[in-house]
């Protein structure tokens, strides 16, 4: 019965995250990075922002648990045009993972990843990646720049954070997987296009990711 809770709240989760939704969803992803990039203090570092060689928004990862948790979640990966300036189509990800213990509720979370090497990027756009097995990942620091990193972070090729209940803080997202979602790729694009064409090729954004692109370009523009 335990496990059956955890498998209903996923398969309600999907059903929420239709085929349909994508262009409500980047409207999510950019108001979740205005509001966590508003304020400074307490927000992802603007220098870890302008030298991201790639960013993974997923706005409301919903996390249910009765002993056996598990997280799902979907949105967008974004990475930067190969002349560095401004920011690639987005790409449709789907992130689940599990954990054991005594956890009971349910929440729903934001989380913000962002890709530190071209590397990083490469193993993000397979058609299954693991946070810390397929690439090292750490908790973000949390601030005005980035001095608070530790030897840990400085060296992972991915930083996750998290906001739920207003509060904002790095996160360890060790054994959670990414997946390619070809149903919200063709919702946006009219094709089914994968991650690494939208990404890594000329596909030119759909109209729904402007104010997401607009909020990129002001948090992150190299100097």
Not at 73 to 84: A, D, N, Q, T, V
Not at 119 to 146: E, Q, Y
Not at 186 to 215: C, F, H, M, R, W
């Amino acid at each position: 019965m335990k496990l059956t809770h955890v498998a209903l709240l996923l398969a309600s989760s999907s059903l929420l995250d239709a085929a349909g939704d994508a262009p409500k969803r980047l409207d999510d992803a950019a108001d979740m990075l205005t509001e966590i990039m508003s304020a400074p203090d307490k927000g992802i570092p603007q220098d870890l922002l302008e030298k991201a060689q790639c960013v993974v928004l997923v706005p409301g990862l919903k996390k249910g648990a009765f002993i056996v948790g598990a997280k799902y979640g979907k949105g967008f990966m974004l990475c930067r045009k190969p002349s560095g300036v401004g920011w690639s189509a987005p790409a449709a990800v789907r992130i689940e993972g599990g954990s054991f213990g005594f956890q009971i509720g349910a929440s729903e979370t934001d989380v913000v990843m962002l890709v530190n090497s071209e590397p990083g990027a490469k193993k993000l756009l397979a058609s299954k990646f693991t946070l810390g097995a397929d690439a090292s990942v750490a908790a973000g620091p949390v601030g005005r720049t980035s001095s608070a990193e530790t030897d840990a972070q400085m060296h992972a090729e991915i930083l996750t954070w998290s906001r739920a209940r207003g509060i904002f803080a790095g996160i360890s997202l060790q054994g959670a997987t990414l997946r390619p979602d070809e149903d919200w790729n063709k919702d946006l694009y009219g094709s089914s296009l994968t991650n690494k064409e939208i990404v890594l090729g000329s596909t030119p954004a759909p109209t729904p990711a402007a104010q997401l692109l607009a909020v990129l370009d002001k948090y992150s523009s190299r100097k």
